[in-house]
């Protein structure tokens, strides 16, 4: 089976034979493109071709020989930019280009049958590429927290014998991931690709903004959280790209990156205590 993520950033491809991941790699390595693509709707029909390509390649599998092809985001259950709160005008390419999405593999990899191309809901995706590779047998709690999926930003749940129980989920516009996304716009750096820059800012800072924060972006005690109503401007005014940073920047940064902190350890706990079961563990063994 071929596993392919494409649809919002850092495109990439992985290729299973007989339960076992013989290959994975990321679009850029091949490409030289920093994260793949640009991370907007206009580039969502790109599918990761040469990682692709390389997989079967290096696995020695041709095109011809696929079973299945996993798409990590399932078109039927996604939710409008209305709905979801996304204010972008363009993002119904995403869903367009997400339905067409056999097409352009099978242009961009010769010999794929676009009829074996399977849409896995993106949050399902997440947790099988963490939990089902974990050397424990397939049995454990799994976190999974992003910007979006299909109409969700978050999965709690439980894998037993290999077979997902999807415990929480949070519903759009809320998501930690486009919150801080929100941020790093707000810092005058490029949005679902330079948050890195943020948590290095928030080094700098001091989280003096928390207190504000903490009434609008939380936990709620039932494996979910909110993250509405966080009026940026109001704690910070906007840094343009070419403005260098201040102290001011800084403390923004610091301030979300300590409340979002919390909010995952919120999270995290209230997983561990209704699976009994921890995200990690040493594997009988193992040293």
Avoid at 64 to 81: I, M, N, Q, R
Avoid at 162 to 191: C, I, K, N
Avoid at 209 to 229: I, K
Wanted: net charge negative.
């Amino acid at each position: 089976m071929l596993g392919i993520n494409a649809l919002f950033h850092d495109p990439a491809a992985a290729l299973v034979v007989d339960g076992a991941v013989v290959a994975a790699a990321e679009e850029e390595r091949f490409s030289r493109r920093k994260h793949g693509k640009r991370p907007v709707p206009f580039s969502a029909w790109e599918t990761p071709d040469l990682a692709a390509a390389w997989c079967l390649r290096h696995a020695g599998v041709r095109p011809e020989d696929l079973d299945a092809v996993a798409y990590s985001y399932d078109p039927a259950l996604h939710l409008g930019p209305e709905q979801a709160g996304v204010h972008d005008p363009w993002d119904h390419l995403r869903l367009t280009y997400a339905e067409q999405a056999p097409g352009f593999l099978a242009e961009g990899i010769p010999g794929l049958d676009p009829d074996k191309v399977r849409f896995v809901p993106h949050h399902v995706a997440h947790a099988a590429s963490a939990a089902l590779a974990a050397p424990w047998g397939g049995s454990c709690a799994v976190l999974v927290l992003d910007g979006r999926g299909e109409r969700h930003s978050h999965l709690a749940g439980v894998y037993r014998d290999g077979v997902l129980e999807v415990l929480a989920s949070q519903q759009l516009p809320h998501s930690l991931g486009l919150l801080y996304e929100d941020v790093t716009a707000h810092l005058g750096f490029l949005r679902s690709s330079d948050e890195f820059k943020v948590m290095a800012l928030a080094s700098y800072g001091t989280p003096r903004h928390a207190e504000a924060l903490r009434p609008l972006v939380h936990a709620t005690g039932d494996g979910g959280f909110v993250t509405a109503g966080v009026d940026l401007g109001a704690l910070t005014k906007p840094r343009h790209p070419d403005e260098e940073w201040t102290a001011e920047h800084a403390d923004l940064a610091a301030s979300v990156q300590l409340v979002v902190e919390e909010v995952l350890l919120d999270l995290a706990r209230w997983l561990r205590e209704t699976t009994g079961r921890p995200g990690w563990r040493w594997p009988a063994g193992w040293r």
